[in-house]
């Protein structure tokens, strides 16, 4: 193979693809590991209810505010060079929790968690885009590397419980440097170095940069401000976001070498992508937060059995990545993603409808759900790849970051706001009563109903934008990446391809 021929196989990029699995597997079993760690972590740093809140999003606000700067960074300084340096700050960040000794100093490891999680995450997807040429192959990449992601969500609830059984908490953050360190191999050794080529020197537009991290950051918290305070801090936060917002879009239209080029978001693949993921996102968001308190608060469903209710949901986005594939050449890239996306409001639908009848529909939306954030997960991202310049592939990716954590935090504060305003007291009682179980049920359905039309919304606007652009040519898509190919014995590379062949779409 030359040195710019891209692989033909998965299994030709398997260490490049071991280590951006790795990345993705960081990103979601951190979060669900640490969600049952807090009660552990509150009892241990004498913490309140409000600080463990900030232990989340401390990491949730810097990961979202920061994407766009550091994609951006990426385009112009090197994807791989910024997730290294990336991936070692992960690394000492997860290792210094074992000297935390208050809330104050977890909230602040977190941070710096949220900042490397910023400049690795974004990369991940444009690295593994890149790496390959055809949206077949490209496709089945994004949907091995985020097969790791998915099977991390799965099992970190039961991982994170077992080892609290019979370890300190900070182990569970701890374990994210092996998972690092692995990532910085792989990425290392099987990822050549960025083309000059493929990179551009415009300067870095730091106005920009302020203006867009305020306005994710406003958009991210004054949800959470809504819900928890009244007056005028939630009042000033929103105030203080719509000027970021406002901000932001003016400097972009007027500099010259913007952050973020809006001329290149309003192409139609870029811009339709990013409607089916904020969608998928948002209704997503919305269903399992309103799954998880309706059999619980409103059916009196204990934790456990609650856990097991949500496994339709779990079974569907492990097995069902062998399909990806399948579906994405039948049907054609951008209707693969609009049909998912659907798939996901349709799910959420049914519950809206029909999920006050009984568990049955319940488990129908969760498959319904699943199988559609199966594909647009991967289909999403690809349509927006492949609808921007060579050197823009890293600001792509943090934009289709950034689009589905600003629809999941809404999806939640949307649900949140619903049930504030129509269930009396605390949506957690003692002992649930049949006025209180419908209140529940009925605030969840108007909520769903919201989010339904919301997201149907973004979809059909995603249909629309996608149809303008028939015809339209697209700009030259991003030349595939060049690996380091290793030399593997034949017998290890048959067992990778098996492993790939088992995931893989």
Known sequence: MSAHTPPARLRDAW??????????????????????????????????????????????????????????????????????????????????????????????????????????TPGSMALTFRLFAGDDLRVRALTVVSTAGLVGLAVGPTIGGFVLAVAPWQVLLVANVPIALVALVGIRSGIAADRPEDLHRHPLDLVGAVLGTAAVVGVLVTPTLAVSTSGWPTWTAAGATVA??????????????????????????????????????????????????????????????????????????????????????????????????????????????????????????????????????????????????????????????????????????????????????????ARTTAVHAAAVVGALQVAGAVITVVAALLVAVGVLRARRGVGTPEPTPAQPQTPRMPSTSSSSSSSVDHHQESSRA
């Open 15 to 120: 260490i490049a693809l071991s280590g951006l699995s790795a990345v993705f597997l960081f990103e979601m079993l951190d979060n669900s590991v640490l969600t049952v760690a807090l009660p552990t972590i509150g009892r241990d740093l004498a913490a309140s209810t409000a600080s463990l809140q900030w232990v989340s999003s401390a990491y949730s606000v810097a990961f979202g505010g920061l994407m766009l700067l550091f994609g951006a960074v990426a385009d112009r300084f090197g994807r791989r060079r910024t997730m290294l340096i990336g991936l070692v700050l992960l690394a000492v960040a997860s290792a210094s929790t074992v000297l935390v000794t208050s809330v104050e100093q977890l909230v602040a490891v977190r941070a710096l968690m949220g900042l490397a999680a910023a400049m690795t």
């Open 244 to 429: 970021a917002v406002a901000g932001f879009v003016a400097r972009e239209r007027s500099a010259r070498h913007p952050l973020l080029d809006l001329a290149l978001v309003a192409r139609p693949l870029v811009a339709s992508g990013l409607a089916y993921k904020a969608a998928a996102g948002l209704a997503t968001a919305g269903l399992s937060y309103a799954v998880t308190l309706q059999l619980q608060a409103a059916w009196g469903w204990p934790p456990a059995l609650a856990a097991i209710g949500t496994l339709p949901q779990v079974v569907v986005l492990l097995v069902s990545g062998r399909f990806v594939g399948p579906v994405v050449r039948r049907v054609g890239l951008e209707r693969a993603a609009w049909t998912s996306a659907t798939a996901v409001v349709v799910g959420l639908a049914v519950f809206t409808l029909l999920g006050r009848t009984g568990y049955p529909a319940v488990a129908v939306a969760l498959v319904l759900v699943a199988a559609g954030m199966r594909v647009v997960g991967a289909v999403a991202g690809a349509s927006v790849l492949s609808g921007l310049p060579t050197d823009r592939t890293s600001i792509g990716a943090a934009l289709v970051d950034t689009a589905s954590e600003l629809a999941t935090a809404v999806g939640i504060a949307a649900t949140g706001t619903v049930l504030a305003a129509f269930v009396p007291g605390s949506i957690a009682v």
